[in-house]
């Protein structure tokens, strides 16, 4: 008999990027009317719910594995696998009604995966269950799709607009959707798109997509995915943190808004620049813990997911603006990267979340050194943290980077400080504002640049009054997003 098998995809470093949000350890689920299942085809099933919360709201996720012997007939899978999606379903009631809080908050999703076992080897109930997996049994994933036809014609369920309704993936589609958004967020919003599309097509009784690649290319390429960028942007605009809009939003924005040829390509670069950051933020939190457990650091006590989660909370737009800061730095003038300079970026995910990116001077004994920098990243942190006029503000990220060139490659070296924020009252911020006002007046009146040992960028004379003056002897050039 022949079976259509998928091969393994490319999961980029979403599905690791996941477990840092994971709220406890999976759990076994036992789904009524599978026990008949295993009894009439020779079957074994293992269901395991795990538990998200993700920045914007819970992600529930439930994995049911089904493996069925290789001889198992085309009509005899298709009939299991709906008796699995209907009692997936029951379960997801039961679970709904007895959380409806819970449900209403997040998305619920399930991964079904069927594999079908070879080589003469037995599934049975009293097997154990890594029984399906002994070395005589050859596992070999069976490719196949639900989409919004399935469940529209074959599978009819209540898809009420009331409700949120359980997600059902094949195993190959959801990993081919992580591979695609990349993003904790990005896949949050595309669970939102996709269950509306489902709620449209059962409204309309038309399927509105064909298949779940077909959805997840759609959603990534309207000018819809950059819309948070672009309230961030205005906020930072309004809270008079830059001048005017990022330049290089309004120009991805356009791109993907006329389709023109260019949007592909910034597509791309938000892809590569996607996987940079997971690669950057992982290996900096490892670094990161590794070196406050040998200082017994009192942040230790907050757990390293959640230092984590602050990197990795960023969408495609902003992990490109932050990946196309660091690579602007060999650009720089030779006598910058001689003495060292500082860059703020802000998240165009959250708010709250303001990048402090200071480049270390080449000089080993200079004042701007590695050296002599990095025991004041902290104090960086905190007087961001304390001049920064933005009432939401939650984290201030300090990246302390070390641009390194062996045998004509190049290497970043960078420490990590992150600083939790208390929120600011308004009268806080009034307060910081007027005396921002007032240091600016008197610097005025003398017409005397503060003290550098930096020469200023274009950039930076452009809007050193909108952003926040580090207690070090380092120019901030501010971004203007003038490409």
Not at 7 to 14: C, F, N, V
Not at 198 to 222: T, Y
């Amino acid at each position: 008999m022949s079976h259509s098998i998928t091969t393994m995809p490319d999961w980029g470093y979403l599905t690791t990027e996941l477990v840092s949000y994971l709220q406890a350890d999976a759990m076994a689920v036992t789904l009524a009317g599978m026990h008949t299942i295993e009894h009439e085809y020779n079957a074994q099933y293992i269901a395991r719910h795990y538990q998200y919360q993700l920045p914007l709201g819970k992600l529930q996720l439930l994995e049911l594995t089904l493996y069925l012997p290789y001889d198992t007939e085309s009509a005899d899978i298709e009939a299991v696998r709906m008796t699995a999606v209907k009692s997936a379903l029951t379960w997801y009631k039961s679970l709904s009604s007895q959380n409806e809080e819970n449900v209403l908050a997040g998305y619920e999703a399930m991964i079904f995966d069927i594999q079908l076992v070879g080589g003469g080897s037995s599934l049975n109930q009293d097997d154990n269950n890594d029984s399906a997996n002994n070395s005589n049994s050859a596992l070999q994933r069976l490719k196949h799709n639900f989409g919004v036809r399935y469940f529209l014609e074959d599978l009819v369920v209540d898809m009420s607009e009331s409700m949120q309704q359980l997600q059902v993936f094949s195993w190959d589609d959801w990993y081919s959707i992580a591979a695609a958004v990349r993003t904790p967020c990005e896949l949050w919003r595309f669970l939102a798109y996709h269950l509306e599309q489902l709620q449209q097509s059962a409204v309309n009784h038309i399927p509105s997509f064909e298949s779940e690649d077909a959805l997840v290319e759609h959603f990534l390429q309207s000018p819809d995915l950059f819309a948070p960028a672009i309230v961030v942007d205005n906020a930072l605009i309004k809270n008079e943190v830059q001048d005017e809009p990022n330049s290089a939003l309004v120009a991805i924005t356009l791109a993907y808004k006329n389709q023109s040829s260019t949007a592909q390509m910034y597509h791309q670069h938000m892809i590569q620049a996607a996987t940079i950051w997971s690669q950057l933020s992982m290996q900096m939190i490892d670094t990161y813990g590794k070196n406050h457990i040998a200082n017994n650091d009192e942040q230790l006590a907050i757990p390293l997911a959640h230092w984590q989660q602050q990197l990795l909370d960023e969408s495609l737009f902003s992990r490109h603006e932050l990946i196309r800061t660091l690579y602007r730095h060999p650009k720089q003038s030779a006598a910058l990267q001689k003495d060292g300079y500082v860059v703020h970026q802000h998240s165009y995910e959250s708010l709250g979340r303001h990048y402090v990116l200071v480049f270390y001077g080449h000089e080993s004994k200079g004042p701007n050194s590695k050296a002599a920098v990095q025991p004041k990243l902290a104090k960086i942190a905190q007087d961001v943290a304390t001049r920064l006029p933005i009432i939401e503000l939650h984290h201030v990220v300090v990246l302390g980077i070390d641009f390194i060139t062996e045998n004509n490659e190049n290497f970043f070296d960078i420490d990590l400080w992150i600083q939790p924020v208390d929120a600011m009252t308004q009268r806080e911020r009034q307060l910081t504002k007027q005396m921002q006002k007032l240091k600016q007046q008197e610097m005025n009146k003398q017409n005397t640049p503060p003290a550098s040992s930096v020469e200023d960028s274009k950039p930076a004379r452009a809007q050193k009054e909108k952003l926040p003056q580090v207690q070090m002897s380092l120019t901030i050039p501010a971004r203007k997003d003038k490409q």
